[in-house]
């Protein structure tokens, strides 16, 4: 059995240099670096991990850094495939349990455990990272960015989309599923991630990023796609263009009163997501209700960047990453 580890990054800093030290060393390591100008790649190569340096000019996207990461361990060289966020940290005992688990199961594809943030009571938005992450126990749809793959499974499925911004591990995974392999979460620590956001213009980031992926992605794979895409697509579209719009004209048509209580729907939705997760999730009060309230602001952030895939889309340009975190925060 042979394992290979592949950490992506730009400008992560000391987070870089974390997630470097956690990688296990008997395992092949690969460092793939997008353009870092804060000693990313020196230190890298100074703990002796084998550096990939995406060439100046690049466009740079996650899926392209971890295609060139399989690209340099080469097809023979790895029967399993760790790839790692570079502000991530590895749990020690995470490749045992989930090696085990690829090894019990030959149709699994892909395992991926409990991705934790790091410092969940620095901001309401870390919080709101670690709750997202904490997904259900079993058969999955998708993994996200860190996960363990079964390498013939990942060469079979032609690896990540480079040309997604966002999205490329729901991608590659609906390509996986069709070509009849399994996804799993299972129950064990995987990783520890910093998302470092502390403003809610990082937030706003980070959600208008989601909303670009749900539209890429409905669109990409349409009726045959996880359904989740394109519910996701119709709740930005009613939340963020139809009910405001039909605010607008209740209000042209029968007066301001009519324009509040189209808007009403608003608050009440956050209530009934916020006593959602009290009842389902047994989240503290506060936290359930800034959650609701997080979810509800947040379709207007998504619609920002649901707009953007599409407006680039037929305009035939190519977008950029939508990023929310400066060098090293």
Not at 143 to 157: E, K, N, S, V, Y
Not at 235 to 242: G, T
Request: charged share 25%; proline share 4%.
């Amino acid at each position: 059995m042979s394992i290979a580890v592949i950490a992506i990054g730009r400008n992560e800093g000391e987070r870089l240099k974390t997630c470097l030290r956690s990688l296990p060393t008997e395992a092949r390591r690969v460092y793939v670096d997008s353009g870092s100008t804060d000693g990313s790649v020196a230190f890298a190569q100074a703990m002796g991990v084998e550096v990939v340096t995406l060439p100046p000019g690049t466009r740079f996207t996650a899926a392209l850094a971890r295609n060139a990461g399989l690209a340099a361990i080469g097809a023979e060289e790895a029967d399993f495939v760790q790839v790692v966020d570079g502000d991530c940290e590895l749990d020690p005992d995470w490749i045992a349990a989930a090696v085990a688990a690829l090894r019990a199961e030959p149709d699994l594809a892909v395992v991926f455990g409990r991705r934790r943030e790091r410092f969940p009571d620095a901001s309401v938005y870390n919080r709101m990272c670690d709750d997202e992450w904490n997904v259900p126990v079993g058969i999955a749809m998708s993994c996200g960015g860190d996960a363990l793959f079964r390498r013939t499974a990942l060469d079979a499925a032609g690896g990540y989309n480079p040309d997604l911004i966002a999205g490329e591990e729901p991608d590659l995974c609906q390509r996986l599923r069709e070509a009849g392999w399994r996804i799993r979460r299972i129950d064990a620590e995987m990783t520890r991630h910093d998302a470092a956001m502390t403003r809610i213009g990082q937030w706003w980031r980070r959600t208008e990023r989601s909303g670009h992926a749900f539209a890429e992605l409905a669109w990409r794979h349409g009726a045959k796609g996880d359904p989740h895409w394109r519910r996701e697509v119709k709740s930005i579209a009613v939340w963020a263009a139809a009910l405001p719009l039909v605010a607008l004209v209740a209000g042209a048509i029968l007066g301001v009163w009519a324009t509040l209580l189209v808007l009403a729907l608003y608050p009440a939705q956050i209530a009934r997501i916020a006593q959602r997760m009290r009842r389902a999730r047994n989240l503290p009060p506060r936290f359930a209700w800034a959650l609701g309230f997080f979810l509800v602001a947040g379709k207007f952030a998504q619609a920002k960047g649901a707009a953007r895939f599409h407006w680039r889309r037929l305009s035939g340009r190519r977008g950029g990453l939508i990023e929310y975190k400066g060098a090293g925060q």
